[in-house]
Structure formats: C-alpha cells, structure tokens
C-alpha cells in the first residue's frame, strides 16, 4: 500500500456544467499503486498517468482525471481506487 495517498486540484464542491482537472498522488509504494477514477460507479477512461521511482524503489504514481464534466444538477460521486500489487 502506498505511504501517502492524496487528491489535489479540487479544494470545494464540484459545480454543475463546469470542467474540472483532478489529481490522485499516491506516493511510497513498491510496487508502483494502480489508481482508476470513477464517476458513480463507472471507471472514467480519460485520465493519464505518471509513474516515478526512487533509488529505494518506492514508486509515486500520478493520475489525472482530465477535464472531466459534471454534465447536469444530479448528485454525482468521483472516487478514486488505489491498489498496489
């Protein structure tokens, strides 16, 4: 499991209509974590990912969620899934 898990780029509420880019930094852990996005209980496919190591071989893995729309007024829930292997 990773030493440090964190979501960065949306300090408040989600609006509806408006885009949002947001970040899961997990970081500490060997293997390097596997981090999916989902929007209320469907994985979102338009993300990217950014893995680095260290010398001790603890990985940190980076995975935006780009410009993802909340499309209407409806409730709606991101979460984020980390694993490491």
Known sequence: MPLDVRILGA?????AGRRYDL???????????SIMWKLDGQR??????????TKRRLFTVVKALLSSSVRNSETK???KL???Y
């Open 11 to 15: 300090s408040q509420p989600l609006s």
């Open 23 to 33: 970040l899961c930094q997990s970081s500490g852990s060997r293997p390097p974590a």
């Open 44 to 53: 979102l496919e338009r993300t990217k990912e950014t893995v680095s190591g």
């Open 77 to 79: 829930n991101i979460t």
């Open 82 to 84: 980390v694993r490491s």
